[in-house]
Every structure is written in structure tokens, then in C-alpha cells.
């Protein structure tokens, strides 16, 4: 600490740089969850997530705020502020952008001749739409994270860490079949992070070798498809029955099973972000 106060009020002060608390001891600034070396520009120990999809550096688990201090900053040790605050704004307005691109799509299907504006049209909406799910689904596991075990090793293990989540839904249960986790009346989850955050934990067992989008993604799936053909289940017309009594509960096991069209079908949504 230099200037006319440096060994007064400077000194005593121990919130300094961006806000953070001072070490005096270790000469180190303490972020809520890591010790930052403002010499080095990099934190003392790594990073909860191995990645935050930000390309290479995202891998570095010391790097400080994408390497650079100036411009941002990071309270909690996990996060830039400004990335965090970003999203935030993207989940309000991300509803209202899909519905004027849909929109746009269809009014373009219906009043535009060429069939190339009609495909432009929906190619633009799955971008944008895949831009929004992927940051948010950044954020959503870096919350997620420190908040579960890096481990389960124990089908009971799993089954007690998914009741925690679980227990907030009616008539929701989660068991071990012969061939992997199901989830009864899985429909009724249609919180994203819920449902992520049952899917890192079954992720982080041995009893699969899937990643967690990608369960995560057969997971919504499902619920996309319940909810499209439920209302018409009075109809009593056979398909719609078959595909309504499969998809009110997820089995997430289709590696073990072989089916292949769930197989692609899962990991194009995985591709764009629908988790």
C-alpha cells in the first residue's frame, strides 16, 4: 500500500483492489472461495470446473478473470461479474427472443415464395437459441458444482442425492432398474437446473458413462415430447398412447439398450444446448 495514507487508513483498510479482502500475512486477496496473487495475475489453488467452455483458456483452473484484471472482476472466485451479470439479462430476454424467431420463422414459411428464406429463417432461430442455452447452461453448472459430490460411488449414494432435488415434486421418485436410473413422473421436473443437476450426479457415479448433458438432454426430451401429445391422450389413438405411457417417466439407459434413434436424437440437442 503506497501513497499519504499508505501507513495509516490504508493499512487498517482491509477491503482494497475490486472490493476484496486484503491477507496481510500471505499478501494474497481472498475471494470468498480461492486466494488471488495479484503479482501473478493467478489464483493460489484451481478452479472447481475443470472448463468453462471459454476455448483454451477456459481450461486454465488458475487463470483470473480471462486474464484480465483491468476490465473485470471476480468476488466469489468462481465467475467475472460481468459474465455473471450478462446471462442473467440473457435468461429474461432469452423467452422473447425464441417466440419473435419462431414467429419470424413461421410468417416466413407462410408469406415468403422461396423456400431458401423459409430454411435461413430457421437456421438463424436454432442459432440463436443455441448461443442463449449454452451460456446458460455454462452458468448453470458452475452453480451447480460446488453444490454436489465429484463422486457418488453407491446406488444409494445417488438415490439420496437425487431425493434432495426430488422431494420438492409430488409423487417424483427416482430408483435403480436393471438397466440404469429412473426417474417416475420425470415430466413433472421441468425446471432445467433440477433436472441438471440430477443428471451431474448420476453423471458422477460409475453406473453410467454418459456426460451429464447428454443425459440431461434425453431427459427434456422426453418432457418435450409428453407434453406435446398428453392433451391428446383421450383421443385413445394408439401411438400418442404408446408415446405419452413411455415418455411420463425417463429411464435414462439407452447406451445399454442399443436405441439408436434416441441415441442421435439426444446428442443433436446436446450439440445446440437443449439440456
Not at 409423487?171 to 421441468?190: C, E
Not at 457415479?205 to 418432457?223: K, M
Not at 398412447?241 to 445399454?256: K, P
Request: aromatic residues 12%; contains cysteine; proline residues 3%.
Amino acid at each position: 500500500m503506497t501513497g499519504t495514507q499508505g501507513n495509516t487508513i490504508g493499512a487498517i483498510n482491509p477491503f482494497r483492489y475490486r472490493g476484496y479482502y486484503w491477507d496481510e500475512e500471505s499478501w494474497l486477496y481472498y475471494l470468498n472461495s480461492r486466494y488471488y496473487d495479484a503479482v501473478t495475475g493467478r489464483f493460489l489453488n484451481a478452479d472447481n470446473c475443470v472448463s468453462t467452455g471459454g476455448g483454451v483458456l477456459g481450461y486454465n483452473m488458475f487463470a483470473y478473470c480471462y486474464n484480465n484484471p483491468v476490465m473485470l472482476s471476480d468476488s466469489a472466485g468462481n465467475w467475472p461479474k460481468w459474465l455473471e451479470a450478462a446471462v442473467k439479462t440473457v435468461k429474461k430476454v432469452a423467452t422473447n427472443v425464441v417466440k419473435k424467431g419462431v414467429t419470424f420463422a413461421i410468417k416466413s414459411a407462410v408469406y415468403s415464395s422461396p423456400a431458401a428464406n423459409v430454411v435461413r429463417s430457421i437456421v438463424n432461430v436454432v442459432k440463436i437459441t443455441s448461443v442463449i442455452n449454452k451460456e446458460i447452461n455454462m452458468i448453470n453448472e458452475a452453480n451447480i458444482r460446488p453444490s454436489i459430490k465429484p463422486e457418488y460411488k453407491t446406488k444409494e449414494e445417488v438415490l439420496e442425492a437425487v431425493k434432495t432435488v426430488t422431494d420438492k415434486y409430488d409423487n417424483v421418485r427416482a430408483n435403480f432398474t436393471d438397466s440404469g436410473l429412473r426417474i417416475t413422473n420425470s415430466y413433472k421436473i421441468n425446471n432445467r437446473v433440477d433436472r441438471q443437476k440430477i443428471s451431474m450426479i448420476y453423471a458422477n457415479s460409475p453406473f453410467t458413462d454418459r456426460s451429464y448433458s447428454n443425459i440431461s438432454a434425453e431427459w427434456l426430451g422426453h418432457n418435450i415430447v409428453y407434453s406435446c401429445l398428453e392433451p391428446f391422450k383421450d383421443a385413445h389413438i394408439g401411438w400418442i398412447d404408446s408415446l405419452v405411457d413411455r415418455t411420463v417417466n425417463v429411464d435414462l439407459d439407452y447406451i445399454r439398450d442399443s436405441h439408436d434413434s434416441i441415441n442421435v436424437i439426444t446428442k443433436v440437442m446436446e450439440v445446440y444446448g437443449w439440456e
